[in-house]
């Protein structure tokens, strides 16, 4: 069973960075993308950062582009994001999920919440 454990948010200034971790266990992540999502009160769930284990796909969503950057370890199979120059529109819980590929986002970690103050 896979299982995702995020860790890292907190309570920050604008301006200010994060980095969240996320650790997989439960199956060998070759064949994985693990991505970052988030959601904010009364919005939907969006996508954030992706990466593949083997680090030829990478993806981010336009609003965090310049200011996030995703990274992987295999040996530790975890998953980092590294938030900078936070916004309070940042504020957030942030999910970390994998996928099998071909697939979809099946497995979720329980979120970590990032807040941004003025």
């Known amino acids: 069973q896979v299982q995702l454990v995020e860790s890292g948010g907190g309570l920050v200034q604008a301006g200010g960075s994060l980095r969240l971790s996320c650790a997989a266990s439960?199956?060998?992540?070759?064949?994985?993308?693990m991505g970052w999502f988030r959601q904010a009160p009364g919005k939907e769930r969006e996508f954030v950062a992706g990466i593949s284990w083997s680090g030829g796909w990478i993806s981010y969503a336009d609003s965090v582009k310049e200011r996030y950057t995703i990274s992987r370890d295999n040996a530790k199979n975890t998953v980092y994001l590294q938030l900078n120059s936070l916004k309070p529109e940042d504020t957030a819980i942030y999910y970390c999920a994998c996928r099998k590929v071909p697939g979809s986002w099946d497995y979720w970690g329980q979120g970590t919440q990032v807040t941004v103050s003025s």
């Open positions: 439960g199956r060998t992540f070759s064949n994985y993308r």
